[in-house]
């Protein structure tokens, strides 16, 4: 029902840099909140960062100092900067985005996902 065009991710070695991008289409008439999740291999699905429209950012425990959320919301787009990548930060990126289409019909959206893998 909502296609995010994502972008960025792949394979970077330890200590390198990766970005990541999503867009939402158009349509959307509103954006509460942007999201990115990951799901590493063999566990449960996790809160990387949160941007809300009022300027609100958190970061999971385990990004914090490393990574940096930003975000457009006129332009209906979430960034995601990662640094000091760790192998322990490999696994499925998910952009997630509290949008309406409606002028009251607000609910969570996800984009598809995109690979992180951090290896030497």
């Known amino acids: 029902q909502v296609q995010f065009v994502e972008s960025g991710g792949g394979a970077v070695q330890p200590g390198g840099s990766l970005s990541l991008s999503c867009e939402a289409p158009a349509n959307v008439v509103k954006i509460n909140a942007m999201r990115w999740y990951r799901q590493p291999p063999g566990k449960e699905r996790e809160l990387v960062a949160h941007?809300?429209?009022?300027?609100?950012?958190i970061y999971g425990d385990s990004v914090r100092g490393r990574f940096t959320i930003s975000g457009d919301f006129a332009k209906k787009t979430v960034y995601l900067q990662m640094n000091s990548l760790k192998p322990e930060d490999t696994a499925v990126y998910y952009c997630n985005m509290f949008l309406y289409l409606l002028p009251r019909d607000g609910r969570d959206y996800w984009g598809q996902g995109t690979q992180v893998t951090v290896s030497s």
């Open positions: 941007l809300g429209s009022g300027g609100v950012i």
